[in-house]
C-alpha cells in the first residue's frame, strides 16, 4: 500500500484507500489477522483514472481480465496484478456501481474523506461513509438483500464500525433506509447483539430474518430464491440493453441477434445464478 501511495503521489494523486485495506490502516480492528484481503482498492479523482492506471501498468501491472464495458459504466479499472506482487490492485473511479453513485458517489466521498497520520499521501473513508459501503457492497452489490444473504465478513466489519458510529443514526437520512434496518437486524441476529445497531424491528427486518431463515432451513428455497433472482436480473439486463440500443447501430444488431437466440436466455440466467454462489470479493 506504500509503494501504490508513492507511485500515485509522484503523479500528484491522493488514494483513498477503501474497504479492508481501508479498515486496516485506520485501525479498525484489535489485530491485522481480523481481516483477510484480496485485493487493495482505492479510489482516485475521476480527472486521475485512466493516468493512475497508466502508472501502474508503466510498472509492470497487468490486467487480469479484460473489461468490455463503456468506460462511463464501471466503478474500477479491470484488476490489475504484477507477478511477485503480494495483492492485487483495484483503481476505482466512484466508490460504488453507477446505479448507486447518485446515493454514494465520489464528490461525497472526497467531501468527507480522513487522514490517517501513521500514512501520509492518502486518506480513507470517513467512519460514516465505511458503514454505508459496507451496506451497499454487501447487500445491493452483492445481492446480499435479494438473496437473503449475509457474510460473516461484512457483519464483523459492520460490528467494529459500530464502536465508533451510532449505527442507528445511518438510516435516517439514507436513500436505502429500509434495506439497511434489515441488514443491521440481521447483523445484530446473527452477532447475538439485541437491539446494539438499531433499536425497533420492522417489516421489512422481519421478512428478511424469514428470508434467510428459510434459506438455512431449505436448500431447495435457497436454490429457487436465487434462480428468480436470476430471471429478474437477466430481464433488468436486457431491458438495460435495449434502451441503451437505441442511439447505438450495432449494439442493437447484436442485441437482435441475441434475443432471437434460445440458447442466450439460458446462458444470461446460468450466468446471473452463479454469480455470489462463491464469491471471493474482500
Known amino acids: 500500500m506504500k ?8 503523479a500528484g494523486v491522493s488514494p483513498i484507500y477503501l474497504k479492508g485495506t481501508g479498515n486496516l490502516i485506520d485501525g479498525i480492528y484489535t489485530d491485522i489477522g481480523e481481516r483477510i ?3 487493495i482498492d482505492f479510489l482516485v479523482p475521476g480527472t486521475d483514472f485512466l493516468t493512475a492506471a497508466e502508472l ?3 510498472e509492470g501491472y497487468q490486467i487480469c481480465r479484460p473489461n468490455n464495458e463503456p468506460i462511463d459504466q464501471i466503478k474500477h479499472y479491470p484488476r490489475l496484478w504484477k507477478e511477485n506482487v503480494t495483492a492485487d490492485i483495484e483503481i476505482h473511479r466512484s466508490p460504488v456501481t453507477v446505479n448507486h453513485s447518485l446515493h454514494f458517489g ?6 468527507f474523506k480522513k487522514e490517517v497520520a501513521e500514512y501520509p499521501g492518502c486518506y480513507v473513508l470517513s467512519d460514516e461513509h465505511k458503514v454505508i459501503l459496507n451496506f451497499i457492497h454487501s447487500q445491493l452489490t452483492n445481492a446480499g438483500h435479494a438473496l437473503g444473504v449475509v457474510s460473516l465478513r461484512d457483519i464483523y466489519d459492520l460490528y467494529c464500525f459500530s464502536k465508533r458510529v451510532d449505527l442507528s443514526k445511518i438510516p435516517q437520512a439514507f436513500h436505502y433506509r429500509k434495506k439497511s434496518i434489515a441488514y443491521f437486524k440481521i447483523s445484530e441476529k446473527l452477532l447475538n447483539l439485541p437491539c446494539n445497531f438499531y433499536p425497533h424491528e420492522t417489516i421489512g427486518s422481519r421478512y428478511y430474518r424469514l428470508k434467510q431463515d428459510l434459506n438455512f432451513k431449505s436448500a431447495f ?3 429457487v430464491n436465487r434462480l428468480v433472482w436470476a430471471i429478474s436480473e437477466a430481464i433488468s ?3 438495460q440493453q435495449i434502451r441503451e440500443s437505441s442511439s447505438n447501430g450495432k449494439l442493437r444488431w447484436k442485441i437482435v441477434k441475441s434475443i432471437i437466440t434460445p440458447k442466450w436466455y439460458g446462458e444470461k440466467v446460468t450466468e446471473y445464478y452463479q454469480k455470489y454462489k462463491n464469491d471471493q470479493t474482500f
Open 106 to 111: 465520489a464528490d461525497l466521498v472526497q467531501q
Open 3 to 10: 509503494q501504490i501511495t508513492a507511485t500515485l503521489n509522484s
Open 37 to 39: 484481503i484480496g485485493d
Open 237 to 239: 439486463y436486457g431491458i
Open 221 to 223: 428455497i435457497y436454490k
Open 56 to 58: 501502474f501498468k508503466n
